[in-house]
């Protein structure tokens, strides 16, 4: 079983940055791919960003050249550094370990942590 905790989200004005954490407890965590989603009041989680196994990364459109995901497999913990942070970034962020198929996808990850919630102001 992988356990997930997500930390670093806050509250920063628009153009900010933030690094989200996701620490992943187990000895398999560096064979999983991994994700990062996000959920606003209302709306649907949505997926953000991956990185394989392999350090293949993969984003949303709205977020490609301001945000990178990362990992460091000796810790155990995958990154996201958020540049260029917007208003409509505002929600709180999971990070989850994928099992096969589409990133786009909820139902093709497995273990999910808490969140962390970012809020953007403007």
């Known amino acids: 079983q992988v356990q997930l905790v997500e930390s670093g989200g806050g509250l920063v004005q628009a153009g900010g940055s933030l690094r989200l954490s996701c620490a992943a407890s187990g000895r398999t965590f560096s064979r999983y791919a991994m994700a990062w989603f996000r959920q606003a009041p209302g709306k649907e989680r949505e997926f953000v960003a991956a990185?394989?196994?392999?350090?293949?990364?993969y984003y949303r459109d709205s977020v490609k050249g301001r945000f990178t995901i990362s990992r460091d497999n000796a810790k155990n913990t995958v990154y996201l550094q958020m540049n260029s942070l917007k208003p409509e970034d505002t929600a709180v962020y999971y990070c989850?370990?994928?099992?096969?198929?589409?990133?786009?996808?909820?139902?093709?990850?497995?273990?999910w942590g808490q969140g962390t919630q970012v809020t953007v102001s403007s």
């Open positions: 989850a370990t994928h099992r096969g198929g589409s990133y786009y996808y909820t139902s093709n990850f497995e273990h």
């Open positions: 990185i394989t196994s392999g350090g293949n990364t």
